[in-house]
């Protein structure tokens, strides 16, 4: 199967085969592969990343670019004071736990160049093509909401 390709790299390279490490299979069982789901489309300027994330609020989630990578991250915890206040759960699906994938975009990429907006469970990651330039810290990059 062929992946659309940014900078002459394969876009999903690094995990095609792996995407989802133990961890993650533990905390998420059986739906750990389905974890941020990810669409990627190319536009006239550049490439759009579809990253599902239902559930989450956008304090939750961070993304970073270092070494050409992108890589978003989401955590979310539930309330036990909550539990203590109004009673004891006597069955939960809901999970708690963390989850995070990278995305290789090219290292001519700077946190100024990426724009992400988070509404209704999907972040949105506009990716814009550039020439290679170094970019040699590792940036945060800020999401609207």
């Known amino acids: 199967m ?3 390709s940014i ?3 394969y876009f999903f390279d690094d995990f095609m085969n ?3 490490n133990e961890t993650e299979k533990t905390l998420y069982g059986k739906h750990a592969a389905h974890l941020m789901s990810t669409d990627l489309k190319e536009t006239a300027d550049g490439y759009e990343l579809y990253i599902d994330l239902p ?3 956008k304090e939750e989630i961070s993304a ?3 070494k050409g990578y992108l890589t978003v991250a989401a955590q979310k ?4 004071d909550e539990e203590a206040k109004n009673g004891k759960y006597l069955h939960q699906e809901r999970y708690t736990g963390s989850m995070k994938r990278s995305y290789y975009v090219g290292e001519g990429l700077t946190e100024e160049d990426i724009h992400a907006k988070y509404e209704n469970g999907i972040l949105t990651v506009k990716i814009p093509k550039v020439e290679n330039r170094v970019s040699e810290q590792k ?3 800020s999401i609207e909401g």
Do not use: A, Q, R
């Open 139 to 141: 940036k945060y990059i």
């Open 64 to 66: 970073h670019l270092k």
């Open 77 to 80: 915890g539930l309330e036990k």
């Open 18 to 20: 792996d995407s989802v």
């Open 7 to 9: 900078f002459g790299t």
């Open 2 to 4: 062929y992946m659309p």
């Open 55 to 57: 559930g989450f609020k």
